[in-house]
């Protein structure tokens, strides 16, 4: 399996994978294509991975409904969306794949039907090249896409390649093989273009289109019950499929040391059968987007999927999260069953592993202390609910520095007082020993500090590897966090110590205003149900500002005299994430520098919700992304 799951490296299915986002932007008005069976009636039962449109030229009709598309049509964006435009256009001229050249001069996409689905059976063991299939309509501009492809086989054969012509159930057949086993084979059936590495796959694919009985994906029941458990198919509606048993399948038959049966049978994923779901974009009122999955499970949940099941309660927030927070996480996970059921776990591996889960964190004290355990004398004083909370702290007026982005965890407990006892030896005696500063008292709540950079030394002062000595994204040193820590009558909460301080603040009555009275909040909850598993809300506004602005400040950055591309190490770095993102993976085609003021598109970002929910038989999820008012 490992040699026939691996990097697509066929130039022809790259660039209809990669060409999506362009597609929906640039991509011509559609006429209709002609009829074919669901994709999942052409692909074999073994199929592993599916991704299908049925009607692409409705999802790009849906998709200009959407702030996305609304906000690159914006006459304020024209700068930045033309620079783009020309760089595509010298990148496409420039560029020594004439493949590429060919594909994009021909400006054609497909009008219905578009699918690409990966088999494994056992022809798959030996492939060289990963079986996909690529299953394409073109309607009207088929004789385009029957030109482009000619074009592009017969600069393949002048570099050597040898094409072969084969009639298959009346169906001319071209396979173009370069090497003794790398090869593509394709045909063109109608106003559809069908393309797989694999002939034995793309003849299977015919055969179905023609009317042959075989099984197929749409005959598996565990297909069926997946995407049946989200919702009926829609015109437009992009699918996603996942066949996890054929995965775990196809993984024993290769197993001849019985690893794979060990690691699967241990981490109780024998009976997860698949993932599945729909995403449907500018469907909803307005062009809002939204889409559903479902995992799916046969019999009781075991192993690490007993261990993340969710209780569905109703969705509470604390009242120490302010209406500042820009996002915020909520799971609703039984900490002592999760921590149990961890130690099944490892115990399958080996018992020693699971052994460590109960050893002392402290040993027994001078005085005849008993030993401090993490699960006695701290998990055990936990509950059920963990809450993830998001702000961008942002700078006085004037300020020169940029926005921060704060992050709070909070772990719900049963009993104050015995768990602050133990995290407060814990504190004095291995996180903070010897110093007394690093507790301080605020309106009857204790603040423990951390010094991260005695976790993570190549942070704060002393000595550093030149490594370590990576410079901030001012040039100077980088400045280890303000980490910390305190325990309220309801929570654990952890995070930077002023984010800390002021939940503190919120829990004493201070004037910050609970995330209930937030605007985007009570948009967001509203959309989801009331009884939920897991619940993720955002205000995408205060999220696209931050994002917005700090991609604009890399570009100043670099007309400085500094790279724009440059990586600084410190963690509070606002820059950190974008660089690694897009400077270092070469996107000099987007000009930030061109964006217009954040303001000119907070018009376009609204709210987005998202939820998750155990059942009997997996776990279903669902998100939103609800336009602005």
């Given at each position: 399996?490992?040699?026939?799951?691996?990097?697509?490296?066929?130039?022809?299915?790259?660039?209809?994978?990669?060409?999506?986002?362009?597609?929906?932007?640039?991509?011509?008005?559609?006429?209709?294509?002609?009829?074919?069976?669901?994709?999942?009636?052409?692909?074999?039962?073994?199929?592993?991975?599916?991704?299908?449109?049925?009607?692409?030229?409705?999802?790009?009709?849906?998709?200009?409904?959407?702030?996305?598309?609304?906000?690159?049509?914006?006459?304020?964006?024209?700068?930045?969306?033309?620079?783009?435009?020309?760089?595509?256009?010298?990148?496409?001229?420039?560029?020594?794949?004439?493949?590429?050249?060919?594909?994009?001069?021909?400006?054609?996409?497909?009008?219905?039907?578009?699918?690409?689905?990966?088999?494994?059976?056992?022809?798959?063991?030996?492939?060289?090249?990963?079986?996909?299939?690529?299953?394409?309509?073109?309607?009207?501009?088929?004789?385009?896409?029957?030109?482009?492809?000619?074009?592009?086989?017969?600069?393949?054969?002048?570099?050597?390649?040898?094409?072969?012509?084969?009639?298959?159930?009346?169906?001319?057949?071209?396979?173009?093989?370069?090497?003794?086993?790398?090869?593509?084979?394709?045909?063109?059936?109608?106003?559809?273009?069908?393309?797989?590495?694999?002939?034995?796959?793309?003849?299977?694919?015919?055969?179905?289109?023609?009317?042959?009985?075989?099984?197929?994906?749409?005959?598996?029941?565990?297909?069926?019950?997946?995407?049946?458990?989200?919702?009926?198919?829609?015109?437009?509606?992009?699918?996603?499929?996942?066949?996890?048993?054929?995965?775990?399948?196809?993984?024993?038959?290769?197993?001849?040391?019985?690893?794979?049966?060990?690691?699967?049978?241990?981490?109780?994923?024998?009976?997860?059968?698949?993932?599945?779901?729909?995403?449907?974009?500018?469907?909803?009122?307005?062009?809002?987007?939204?889409?559903?999955?479902?995992?799916?499970?046969?019999?009781?949940?075991?192993?690490?999927?007993?261990?993340?099941?969710?209780?569905?309660?109703?969705?509470?927030?604390?009242?120490?999260?302010?209406?500042?927070?820009?996002?915020?996480?909520?799971?609703?996970?039984?900490?002592?069953?999760?921590?149990?059921?961890?130690?099944?776990?490892?115990?399958?591996f080996s018992p020693q592993m699971a052994a460590m889960l109960y050893m002392p964190l402290l040993p027994p004290g001078p005085q005849g202390e008993p030993p401090l355990q993490l699960k006695?004398?701290?998990?055990?004083?936990?509950?059920?609910?963990?809450?993830?909370?998001?702000?961008?702290?942002?700078?006085?007026?004037?300020?020169?520095?940029?926005?921060?982005?704060?992050?709070?965890?909070?772990?719900?407990?049963?009993?104050?007082?015995?768990?602050?006892?133990?995290?407060?030896?814990?504190?004095?005696?291995?996180?903070?020993?010897?110093?007394p500063d690093a507790k301080r008292q605020l309106l009857g709540h204790t603040i423990y500090s951390v010094d991260v950079s005695g976790f993570l030394p190549f942070l704060g002062a002393g000595?550093?590897?030149?490594?370590?000595?990576?410079?901030?994204?001012?040039?100077?040193?980088?400045?280890?966090?303000?980490?910390?820590?305190?325990?309220?009558?309801?929570?654990?909460?952890?995070?930077?110590?002023?984010?800390?301080?002021?939940?503190?603040?919120?829990?004493?009555?201070?004037?910050?205003?609970?995330?209930?009275?937030?605007?985007?909040?009570?948009?967001?909850?509203?959309?989801?149900?009331?009884?939920?598993?897991?619940?993720?809300?955002?205000?995408?506004?205060?999220?696209?500002?931050?994002?917005?602005?700090?991609?604009?400040?890399?570009?100043?950055?670099?007309?400085?005299?500094?790279?724009?591309?440059?990586?600084?190490?410190?963690?509070?770095?606002?820059?950190?994430?974008?660089?690694?993102?897009?400077?270092?993976?070469?996107?000099?085609?987007?000009?930030?520098?061109?964006?217009?003021?954040f303001e000119a598109a907070r018009k376009y970002f609204g709210v987005s919700s998202s939820y998750g929910i155990s059942r009997p038989d997996g776990f279903f999820f669902e998100f939103k992304?609800?336009?602005?008012?």
């Amino acid at each position: 399996m490992k040699d026939a799951i691996r990097t697509i490296r066929s130039p022809f299915c790259l660039i209809v994978l990669c060409a999506s986002v362009f597609v929906l932007l640039f991509a011509p008005a559609s006429l209709s294509a002609a009829e074919l069976p669901k994709s999942a009636k052409l692909v074999p039962p073994e199929t592993i991975v599916m991704v299908n449109i049925d009607n692409f030229s409705q999802l790009r009709t849906q998709f200009e409904k959407t702030p996305l598309y609304k906000l690159y049509k914006d006459p304020a964006m024209k700068p930045f969306v033309d620079d783009v435009k020309a760089k595509w256009q010298e990148m496409k001229q420039k560029s020594e794949n004439e493949m590429l050249r060919i594909i994009a001069d021909a400006n054609v996409w497909p009008k219905g039907r578009a699918a690409i689905a990966l088999v494994l059976d056992e022809r798959a063991k030996d492939a060289n090249e990963p079986p996909v299939v690529l299953i394409t309509q073109w309607g009207e501009n088929i004789d385009k896409v029957k030109d482009a492809v000619n074009k592009i086989v017969e600069k393949a054969v002048e570099k050597g390649a040898r094409r072969e012509a084969e009639d298959y159930r009346g169906v001319n057949t071209i396979r173009i093989t370069q090497g003794p086993s790398k090869g593509l084979s394709y045909c063109f059936i109608d106003d559809c273009l069908i393309g797989s590495m694999s002939p034995d796959v793309l003849k299977f694919v015919i055969a179905q289109v023609k009317g042959a009985g075989s099984p197929t994906l749409g005959d598996d029941g565990d297909y069926n019950a997946t995407l049946g458990a989200i919702a009926p198919a829609a015109e437009g509606q992009i699918n996603f499929y996942v066949n996890i048993k054929q995965i775990i399948k196809a993984a024993l038959a290769e197993d001849t040391e019985g690893k794979a049966k060990t690691l699967i049978n241990n981490l109780g994923l024998a009976n997860v059968t698949s993932f599945g779901g729909s995403v449907d974009v500018g469907r909803g009122p307005g062009g809002e987007t939204s889409g559903k999955a479902f995992l799916k499970i046969d019999g009781d949940k075991k192993g690490v999927c007993k261990m993340l099941e969710v209780e569905s309660v109703a969705l509470r927030m604390p009242q120490f999260v302010s209406a500042s927070s820009s996002s915020v996480s909520v799971f609703n996970l039984n900490i002592k069953k999760a921590y149990a059921e961890l130690g099944v776990i490892l115990n399958n591996f080996s018992p020693q592993m699971a052994a460590m889960l109960y050893m002392p964190l402290l040993p027994p004290g001078p005085q005849g202390e008993p030993p401090l355990q993490l699960k006695a004398d701290v998990v055990d004083h936990l509950g059920s609910q963990i809450v993830l909370v998001q702000s961008i702290k942002k700078p006085s007026s004037g300020a020169a520095a940029s926005a921060e982005p704060q992050t709070l965890v909070a772990i719900a407990i049963d009993n104050r007082n015995a768990l602050e006892k133990s995290l407060s030896t814990l504190h004095d005696k291995l996180i903070a020993p010897g110093n007394p500063d690093a507790k301080r008292q605020l309106l009857g709540h204790t603040i423990y500090s951390v010094d991260v950079s005695g976790f993570l030394p190549f942070l704060g002062a002393g000595q550093r590897t030149p490594m370590q000595a990576l410079p901030g994204p001012d040039g100077g040193v980088p400045k280890a966090p303000s980490a910390a820590f305190t325990v309220t009558d309801t929570h654990l909460i952890l995070g930077g110590e002023s984010a800390v301080e002021q939940a503190i603040r919120a829990l004493g009555g201070g004037q910050a205003e609970s995330i209930d009275s937030a605007k985007w909040f009570a948009k967001a909850k509203s959309s989801i149900p009331s009884v939920v598993g897991l619940a993720g809300l955002q205000d995408n506004a205060a999220s696209g500002e931050f994002f917005w602005s700090t991609v604009r400040q890399m570009k100043k950055k670099g007309e400085g005299g500094k790279p724009g591309g440059e990586i600084g190490m410190s963690v509070n770095s606002d820059t950190l994430v974008p660089q690694m993102i897009l400077s270092q993976a070469g996107f000099d085609v987007f000009d930030f520098g061109l964006l217009p003021e954040f303001e000119a598109a907070r018009k376009y970002f609204g709210v987005s919700s998202s939820y998750g929910i155990s059942r009997p038989d997996g776990f279903f999820f669902e998100f939103k992304y609800l336009n602005p008012d």
